[in-house]
């Protein structure tokens, strides 16, 4: 049997990259993982556990017992106790906890356990920032988006209130994001062979279709 093939999507928050490593996978007929969601399942699960907040390392790791990956046509998706919960792992709540669980190192074990064992058997499209370079540092084809800080703010506008921001708006949303890029910073670092690709005067379909071709060209079929 042929050696699974792996696709990495790293970059900052709001770069495009969940979407974007959906579509490709879509498009190749590989499976998508979301390495945030993961993330975000295991703070979710922490929340559940203990909504105050105290948490350390083992209590969060015992928490995430309930978190299961399942197989749908072009993803595998975070369920929590057997349940689909993303609003709950998108939720306001847990996005403001995420980046203090996943500087758990334990936790970065887990989440990277839970990608290795989907890649060894799968062809997969893993979007994060931290996969080309620590968790799949062999795969076949790594990406890293890049988007200027506004033009990601208006996009995370565009996708939260399904219209335009407003100037004061996109000030407020870009000054969050920059907030997050800090908190995020030191795992989010391209793999020294990535292709960096600027994403900001590309639509989506060309994203799409750029890292599509690259696969292609690295030898990658449906
Ligand atoms: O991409 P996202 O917003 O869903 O990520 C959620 C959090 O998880 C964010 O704080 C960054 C962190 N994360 C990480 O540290 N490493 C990854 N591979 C993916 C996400």
């Known amino acids: 049997m042929r050696e699974p093939f792996a696709i990495t ?25 979301d390495s945030g969601a993961l993330y975000r399942a295991a703070t979710a699960a922490a929340l559940r556990a203990n909504p105050a907040g105290n948490w350390n390392e083992p209590a969060v790791l015992v928490a995430a017992r309930i978190v ?4 749908r046509k072009a993803s595998f998706c975070p369920l929590l106790a057997g349940e689909d919960a993303e609003g709950e792992i998108r939720g306001e709540a847990v996005t403001a906890k995420v980046s203090a669980i996943a500087k758990m190192s334990g936790v970065r074990d ?24 620590v968790v799949l540092p062999n795969a076949r084809v790594k990406v890293f988006l890049l988007a200027e ?11 939260r209130l399904g219209r335009e921001g407003t100037d004061s708006e996109l000030d407020e949303e870009a000054a969050k994001l920059a907030q997050r890029d800090a908190l995020d910073a030191v ?27 690259l696969a292609r060209a690295a030898g990658a079929s449906e």
């Open 68 to 71: 299961e990956m399942e197989a």
């Open 110 to 133: 887990w989440v990277n356990a839970q990608v290795r064992d989907l890649a060894d058997l799968h062809d997969v499209v893993v979007d994060g920032r931290d996969i080309g370079t």
């Open 187 to 213: 795992q989010t670092v391209p793999a020294p062979d990535a292709i960096m690709l600027d994403t900001t005067d590309m639509s989506q379909a060309e994203q799409v279709r750029q890292i599509i071709d």
């Open 149 to 159: 800080a506004r033009e990601r703010a208006r996009r995370r506008l565009l996708q």
């Open 9 to 33: 999507i790293d970059g900052p928050a709001a770069s495009g990259k969940t979407s974007t490593a959906y579509q490709v996978a879509e498009a190749l007929g590989f499976h998508h993982v």
